[in-house]
């Protein structure tokens, strides 16, 4: 499945170069987390929110868009990427418009980065480069422009989510397997955990770092190829046990899903976060104080989502039952797309 697929060649020729129209939404990972960057498994799907590009050309060769903050940069790095890929960029004004919370771990910056290059290759007229190339090109306006490095969940779950699907992404192959996800009644929720995400580029840098470190002590290309971390240092063994089993989860959750078992699904959320909490330490006193929230309101499991050090929590709550202030269900949409 490609997004080329639905930007055909037709209806990209036929689109008015003068008001371009771009969604990207954002993203919730039911599970799979810290393995995209360690060739792992994923298992993600865009949301209903997300953000909305829309773009006019204009007289004179700037790109500009008052909506974002002087010297935004994810614009001058989508601008500076398209360019550096070939793209000649028209003057255009780029109007810019969200439905997405931000810093919640929804992926509001891949879901910004995705629709905004999207606006500005319809601007030029131009085909977006492919799926994955895309992909890797807004994943680098953000570890190149603001510091903080991606994998390509996000990026991809934004490009490629289908309506009423998961993806299992395999991050190794890039194979994209949808997943229906409809549980019959369980509701999935995101709730902000309220913490500012203050370590979260840090932390999150100082993770891969530690990965790639376990990988090369273990003596293999990636962690997807690691069996366990015996042996290895503190806290290098409980990283590499992190990535291991999560992988693992992935698999059985996707399992869980076909099967219809949401009781099942909540335990692997539970063991996914427990994992993230002892074994990855990404997790924050305020996070705790959510997913604990969630049990309390009858969740059926509950765990941290995104990169971590803050953001927010998903969680399953059984059918009927009243759910925790401030919780947002979320459920699958479609992907990144032209709005005519
Ligand atoms: C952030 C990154 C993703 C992924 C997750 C953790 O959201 O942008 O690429 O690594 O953290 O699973």
Redesign the pocket.
């Known amino acids: 499945m490609c997004l080329w697929t639905r930007l055909s060649a037709v209806v990209w020729a036929s689109m008015n170069p003068h008001g371009i129209r771009a969604f990207a939404p954002g993203r919730a ?1 039911l599970i ?6 360690n060739d792992g498994l ?1 298992l993600p799907f865009a949301i209903g929110a997300g953000v909305t590009v829309t773009a006019t050309t204009r007289d004179g060769g700037e790109v500009v868009a008052p909506g974002l903050p002087d010297g935004d940069p994810y614009l001058r790095g989508a601008v500076a990427e398209l360019r550096a890929a070939g793209v000649e960029l028209p003057g255009c004004t780029l109007e810019v418009a969200s439905d997405l919370p931000q810093k919640a ?1 929804l ?1 509001s ?2 879901a910004l980065c995705v629709a905004l290059v999207l606006a500005l290759c319809g601007a030029a007229g131009t085909v977006p480069p492919e799926t994955l190339e895309l992909a890797r090109l807004c ?1 680098r306006v ?1 570890s190149e422009y603001t510091g ?8 991809l779950a934004s490009l490629l989510g289908r309506d009423g699907h998961a993806l299992r992404l395999d991050m190794r192959t890039f194979d994209a397997e949808p997943v229906q996800l409809d549980l019959h009644g369980p509701v999935l929720a995101v709730l902000d955990s309220g913490a500012a995400r203050t370590l979260a580029a840090s932390g ?1 840098n100082e993770r ?1 770092a530690e990965c790639r470190c376990a990988a090369q002590l273990l003596g293999v290309e990636s962690l997807r190829d690691a069996l366990d971390g015996a042996g290895l240092p503190d806290p290098l063994d409980r990283r590499v046990r992190h990535v291991v089993s999560e992988n693992a989860r992935v698999d059985a959750a996707v399992a869980a899903l076909r099967a219809g078992d949401a009781r099942a699904l909540g335990e692997l959320l539970d063991a996914s976060h427990a994992s993230l909490r002892d074994d990855y330490e ?1 997790s924050v006193a305020d996070v705790e104080r959510t997913v604990a929230a969630c049990h309390e309101a009858g969740a059926l499991g509950a765990r941290i ?4 050090f803050g ?1 927010s929590v998903l969680a399953l709550f059984p059918p009927g039952r009243a759910l925790p202030a401030g919780a947002l269900p979320v459920t699958p949409g479609p992907g990144a797309r032209l709005l005519c």
Do not use: K
């Open positions: 990972n799979g987390e810290h393995t995209d960057y994923c771990g992926s910056s891949a994943s953000e903080a490095e991606t994998g390509l969940l996000d990026q999150y891969r990404v989502m995104g990169g971590g953001g």
